[in-house]
Nanobody, 126 residues
Framework: VQLQASGGGLVQSGGSLRLSCAASGRTSRDSTMTWFRQNPGKEREFVAGIDWASRYTYYADSVKGRFTISRDNSKTTVYLQMNSLKPEDTGIYYC????????????????????WGLGTLVTVSS
């Protein structure tokens, strides 16, 4: 499975961006796809996730109500719509996919994901 993330850029505080993650290869319908983000010197943190089959979504508390994750089945693409951006949202955003079904308690665990894209940089200026 290959993941290609795009859509990052520079935006002012309060602005919006939409990230895309295109998946290719042998993806599983039981997969969970997620977005993580990372800043230099910090650990990669969970942002949002979606179960491919059920479309069930879940979010980090820091982005709930501002970010929306969705997927386009026909394009095997996952999107992250980011609104009301804050400077603390700055970071490299990575999309990740599991190899199959994972239990709910592990869905925010970085180690649960087998496949990773290269990341796209989001910079929010104050």
């Amino acid at each position: 499975v290959q993941l290609q993330a795009s859509g990052g850029g520079l935006v002012q505080s309060g602005g919006s961006l939409r990230l895309s993650c295109a998946a290719s290869g042998r993806t599983s319908r039981d997969s969970t796809m997620t977005w993580f983000r990372q800043n230099p010197g910090k650990e990669r943190e969970f942002v949002a996730g979606i179960d491919w089959a059920s479309r069930y979504t879940y979010y980090a508390d820091s982005v709930k109500g501002r970010f929306t994750i969705s997927r386009d089945n026909s394009k095997t693409t996952v999107y992250l719509q980011m609104n009301s951006l804050k400077p603390e949202d700055t970071g490299i955003y990575y999309c990740a996919a599991s190899g199959g079904r994972i239990i709910t308690s592990r869905k925010r665990d970085i180690n649960a994901y087998n496949y990773w894209g290269l990341g796209t940089l989001v910079t929010v200026s104050s």
